[in-house]
């Protein structure tokens, strides 16, 4: 009897996470906008630090061993025939092509400001995006972060630690930041970015800028619906949490009324047997956190339940977020669990404990400090 073939549309965080549970199952196709791994987390140390980034958060694909046996095409998914089992796919080059399935998985995140952007790329053009933000941040005497949620507190901190002597001011519109976060963690990320010299600025409800100046790094006054004077920087940092799901191959009768994939609590895709949906795509529930709670792992159990006909486990999303909010800096990092209590590794524990043994070896199977063989193809 054949393997049977998954295809994971989106290789991001989750997207690789899920390809690599998936591929003692069966074959495996990744289908990637981006040449090799470039993560969504760590907004923050991406604009200050970007080549401490780069070491963790941009991995070719092919230092992944878990992804040996997994076939990656760099494209974009455009169209999904439920009935045929196949997606049609714009690859890098301009060509089409179609990849069949047994079982899709649905990875392709969100859109978010100017870091996570579904457009199709090469090394060049991430190299520039990374490169071309950082340089206007370091080149700025101020810097005005717009945003209540971890991407906005972590660049305050992180622009604020990299640059003493810039002027970095957060403002968001509630009375505290960090709204899904357990109230002890902003407690302890108020203190930090008051040691660091932040300005935090509650109760600014900012209006969005015109056009598509809120996915980019600008550097008009900022004006408040709340009724405060504008603001001006030399640079201000949209990190608003506005995302847009990447769902517009998909039909419409897969997606809810916000444009994301409507799913069991199984992370079966609704009225779909054979396609699930996982990470920040997927509507699980309010702050879709199947993203960041092994929900990778959950779709692998259900998929091999789904083939051999057994019943399918639910997904339990958490009360509170969780986990660390401002990233490595450079005295270590803080982890928070639920309850709100944090953690301090240090540098050191942070780089070779976290980062080298859990995260590379443990989470992701092994990364090699190079590139890998290539991975054979199968048949179509």
Known sequence: MSRPRFVVAGLGDTGVL??????????VVGISTKPGFVSGQELGLRLARPEAWVRDYRIAYDRFRGLDH???????VCALDTDARTVRITCADGSTAEEP?????????????????PTVQDAAGVDADIDSAHQRIAAANSVVIVGGGAAASSSAAQVAERWPTKKVDLYFPGERALPHHHRRVWQRVE??????????HPGFRAELPSGNDAHRLTDA?????????PVVADVVIWAIGRVEPNTAWLPGEML???????????????????????????????????ARNRGHALVARNVRSHLEGSSLRD????????????????DGLVVFAPTGQGVRVSAWASDVVLQRLITRQGIYGGVRRTGGK???????
């Open 315 to 330: 997904y339990r999303p958490p009360k509170r977020r969780w986990g660390s909010v401002l990233g490595p800096q450079r």
């Open 191 to 200: 203190a930090r970015l008051a040691r660091l010299g932040v300005g935090v």
């Open 70 to 76: 997994v076939r990656v095409v760099h494209g974009s």
């Open 221 to 229: 006054p900022v004006t408040w619906s709340t009724g405060q004077p």
């Open 256 to 290: 809810d009324d916000r444009g994301f994939v409507a799913v069991q609590p199984s992370l079966r895709v609704v009225g779909h047997e054979n396609v699930f949906a996982v990470g920040d795509v997927a509507a699980t529930d309010p702050l879709r956190t199947s």
């Open 101 to 117: 399935y047994d079982v899709l998985v649905i990875a392709t995140g969100v859109a978010n400001g100017f870091w996570r952007r």
């Open 374 to 380: 290539v991975p054979a193809s199968f048949n179509l």
């Open 18 to 27: 899920t390809a690599i549970a998936l591929r003692r199952l069966g074959d």
